[in-house]
Nanobody
């Protein structure tokens, strides 16, 4: 089992920045890909970014490319999402997720992830 806890959400003005963190505990976190997803009210959960188990590969949704950066520190069992130039349309609950299987890859489908955090709210005001 892998337990995930997100933090760092909040209220920010458009153009501002936030840094989300995902703290993991449990087995073999370091050998799993980790992704960030978000869900806005009335919308489906959507992929934001993913990072491979070693951290050498990353993947981003087109809507956040160039503004968001995902990184991981396996020594600290954490994955971070630095969000810059935030827009009102970035408002959502952000979830951290880890794959159930170990190994390489940066999947963008929520179905490829088995462990989920409780989410953290990000609100961007215009």
């Amino acid at each position: 089992q892998v337990q995930l806890v997100e933090s760092g959400g909040g209220l920010v003005q458009a153009g501002g920045s936030l840094r989300l963190s995902c703290a993991a505990s449990g087995r073999t976190f370091n050998s799993r890909a980790v992704g960030w997803f978000r869900q806005a009210p009335g919308k489906d959960r959507e992929f934001v970014a993913a990072i491979s188990w070693i951290g050498g590969s990353t993947r981003y949704a087109d809507s956040v490319k160039g503004r968001f950066t995902i990184s991981r520190d396996n020594a600290k069992n954490t994955v971070s999402l630095q969000m810059n130039s935030l827009k009102p349309e970035d408002t959502a609950v952000y979830y951290c997720a880890a794959r159930g299987t170990t190994g390489p890859g940066t999947p963008s489908s929520s179905g490829d992830y088995d462990y989920w955090g409780q989410g953290t709210q990000v609100t961007v005001s215009s």
